[in-house]
């Protein structure tokens, strides 16, 4: 196998295990990814027209229509009309989303650190030395290098 193929079938599982764990040591409730996605560009970028969301997470309008319907139903993302356009929304997260997000971080920060200090100190050096070169692979990937 190579790296490629290796490097794709462990992410999902990684990011998985992740929030298993985040979600069991605090109780937190099973949002699905794509929410927490959402809620991340909104607590980062501040208030968003629906279509700068889903240029920001690279995915249809249409899927941040239905993500927004859901999560405003259960009062994690508020849409505020505009003053000027009746026709144009900006959406924020919450006050109870940015909690909930504040908190899946934290949790899943102290997760991670206590799964890297499990491993074997030269697997922790290997991971610590591999971020540079993942960032770089995201970045490779977000079409951010040429």
């Given at each position: ?71 405003t139903a259960s009062g994690l993302v508020e849409r505020n009309p505009s003053s000027t356009d009746l026709r ?59």
């Amino acid at each position: 196998m190579d790296t490629a193929t290796d490097l794709g079938r462990l992410i999902g599982p990684l990011r998985r295990a992740v929030l298993l764990r985040t979600r069991r040591a605090e109780g937190l409730p099973d949002l699905p990814e794509a929410q927490i996605e959402l809620l991340r560009v909104l607590s980062e970028a501040g208030p968003l027209a629906p279509r700068e969301v889903a240029a920001r997470l690279r995915v249809a309008s249409s899927t941040v229509s239905n993500l927004v319907r859901v999560m405003t139903a259960s009062g994690l993302v508020e849409r505020n009309p505009s003053s000027t356009d009746l026709r144009t929304v900006t959406l924020v997260a919450s006050p109870h989303a940015l909690d909930l997000l504040g908190r899946y971080d934290r949790v899943s920060t102290q997760e991670l650190r206590c799964a890297l200090a499990a491993l074997a100190p030269d697997s922790r050096r290997a991971i610590e030395g591999a971020l540079p070169a993942l960032r770089e692979l995201v970045d490779a990937l977000e079409g951010r290098r040429d």
